[in-house]
């Protein structure tokens, strides 16, 4: 299936400050998402982020924050976030069936969060530079289950060209001013 910017939510699953030093490619992973998040503004999808348990592990990165225009926040216990009763009521109210996900650890919440997305029947799309364990090799078995349970792995520019479809439009033209112009080179992630 195509992503569709009124069909898509952007879920962000624990960019937290506590975390975020200990995670393998952490902060690049967290800088990525705030790229698509910025997109994901422009372009009237809702972006919605979770922190784990933050008086332990933090609150949400800053910087991430900093550069995010919008969003909604959900503090969660579960490691899941579709068990939080809450959350699962508001995305199934908010009518969005196709769920962008990313964040940290891959192998715990951000895995955990994706199965009960596909369990609940959900469009599930991960974005792989943006999602990152603290060893590597975990973030690759996290992609490659919930990949195998029905997901599919995307880059962000993927996930940004096809929400916006075509080039002879506003959108693009605003989006492209100030998302889609050359980026500083990325290291290569494959998770």
């Not at 962008?100 to 997305?117: P, R, S």
């Not at 590597?136 to 792995?153: F, N, T």
Request: proline share 4%; net charge negative; charged share 25%.
């Amino acid at each position: 299936m195509r992503l569709k910017a009124e069909t898509s939510l952007f879920l962000m699953v624990d960019f937290q400050a506590g975390l975020l030093p200990v995670i393998d490619g952490g902060l690049q992973a967290a800088s990525e998402a705030a790229w698509l998040g910025g997109v994901a503004h422009e372009l009237n999808v809702p972006i919605w982020l979770t922190e784990q348990n933050p008086e332990k592990l933090g609150a949400t990165e800053p910087s991430l924050l900093q550069d995010l225009p919008g969003y909604r926040l959900w503090q969660k216990n579960h490691f899941g976030v579709m068990e939080e009763k809450a959350f699962a009521d508001a995305l199934a109210a908010s009518g969005r069936h196709q769920v962008v996900l990313c964040g940290t650890e891959a192998h715990i919440c951000v895995m955990q969060t994706g199965l009960g997305l596909l369990e609940a029947g959900y469009e599930l799309y991960w974005l792989t530079e943006a999602t990152a364990s603290r060893r590597e090799e975990e973030a690759k078995l996290a992609r490659k289950r919930v990949c195998q349970a029905g997901a599919v792995a995307v880059s962000g520019d993927m996930v940004a060209y096809e929400w916006l479809h075509r080039c002879d439009s506003e959108a693009f033209k605003r989006v492209h001013r100030h998302f889609l112009k050359p980026r500083s080179p990325r290291p290569v992630r494959f998770f």
